[in-house]
């Protein structure tokens, strides 16, 4: 009992798993679809972080290039498997919204936070000013990489000509490309934008079996957990006018990540603020240079194709969020007001995008 205890103290998530079967047994027994939704995306927050834990455990166990590999690749796995179901299910506006809201919530949310926290208890903090510059230009890169196809779409043909369709494959071509070399990078080099690790005296002390076994069962569960979300979701939105668009941008990217945001804020409080600053650049280049691209393909291949094209409103967000998160960091030092001024940001983007019809 008293290691049980213990295990509960250290990891607190670990008591949110009972959401789980409750999340299945409410959609058996078709509770109201908010109810639903609430008790899976609470469901889902603890299986997240088992994904990362386990990732990080890998990691351990392998040399520092591989186990940065293994956390670019499934880095965003939780988050991946919620957009393919949506995409199986045709909201195909909610996985671009939740992708824009993923990069936003990194930049914005999980810096701000993280600078914050830090720096209410250390004062200022630094990092690593050179990294902050190469990060802010790649970055830059990732979304004029969307903004593109999303600008000169409206001159070529509509949204579902082949033209179009054609212009957005070979966009995402060039961008999980230039995710490879980000990853041939991070193969070179222990510092890679693209990737980032946790120190092995913060990862779990796991062997590789039991690693695999926690990885293995989290994502089989998310995958059941994903389909009562979306579904609940599609319920929310009609029952509740709830846009699907805010659930997309702000929602679901906080439920896919809230435990990697959490070890973020964690390092920050440890005045390990270049972690930090690794943690949210490197999860936003994934999701814009994998992900994104990802999901075109995935939906092509489902029979539910989506563009790489986006709405006014989230190039202007994600502008508007990478040119902020890259001049605050640019000096590479931070402080508390900096990071209020970034959630400040965030905040009135949800505002905006909640009153969005």
Same mark, same amino acid.
């Given at each position: ?21 409750? !999340?299945? &047994? ?51 796995? !939780?988050?991946?498997? /919620?957009? /393919? ?56 890169? &990732?979304?004029? &990489?969307?903004?593109? *196809? ?11 000509? @082949? *033209?179009?369709? !054609? ?62 979300? @979306? ?18 941008? /702000?929602?679901? *990217? ?37 992900? !994104? ?31 902020? &998160? ?32």
């Amino acid at each position: 009992m008293t290691k049980l205890i213990n295990a509960i103290k250290s990891k607190p998530l670990s008591l949110l798993l009972v959401f789980v079967p409750l !999340a299945l &047994a409410a959609e058996f027994m078709h509770w109201d679809p908010l109810a639903v939704f609430i008790i899976a995306a609470i469901g889902v927050i603890p299986l997240a972080a088992y994904i990362g834990e386990a990732t990080e455990a890998l990691a351990v166990h392998t040399s520092p290039r591989v186990g940065a590999l293994l956390n670019a690749t499934l880095g965003n796995a !939780a988050e991946l498997i /919620i957009t /393919i179901t949506a995409i199986q299910a045709g909201l195909l506006e909610l996985v671009k919204a939740s992708i824009t809201g993923s990069i936003l919530g990194n930049l914005l949310l999980v810096l701000g936070l993280s600078m914050v926290v830090g720096g209410v208890k250390h004062g200022i903090q630094t990092f690593d000013r050179r990294s902050a510059g190469r990060n802010a230009v790649l970055l830059l890169l &990732a979304v004029v &990489a969307m903004l593109v *196809p999303s600008t000169f779409s409206h001159y070529i043909g509509s949204d579902t000509s @082949v *033209p179009v369709e !054609a212009f957005s494959i070979g966009v995402a071509i060039v961008m999980i490309i230039l995710y490879g070399l980000g990853l041939l990078d991070a193969a070179r080099s222990p510092h890679s934008p693209i990737t980032h690790s946790t120190p092995h005296d913060s990862a779990p002390h796991w062997t590789v079996r039991t690693a695999v076994i926690v990885l293995i069962a989290t994502t089989v569960a998310i995958v059941f957990l994903s389909e009562v979300l @979306v579904v609940s979701a599609e319920a929310v939105v009609a029952a509740y006018n709830i846009s699907e668009f805010f659930l997309g941008i /702000i929602l679901i *990217p906080l439920i896919g990540n809230v435990a990697e945001h959490l070890v973020a804020v964690q390092f920050a409080a440890k005045n390990k603020m270049d972690l930090s600053v690794e943690i949210a650049v490197s999860s936003s280049l994934q999701i814009a240079l994998f992900v !994104a691209p990802l999901l075109i393909f995935i939906s092509l291949a489902m029979g539910n194709p989506m563009q790489l094209i986006f709405n006014q409103f989230e190039l202007l967000a994600l502008l508007i969020g990478v040119i902020i &998160a890259s001049l605050v960091s640019a000096d590479g030092e931070s402080t508390w007001l900096e990071g209020a001024g970034l959630l400040a940001v965030y905040i009135i983007f949800a505002l905006g995008f909640f009153l969005l019809p």
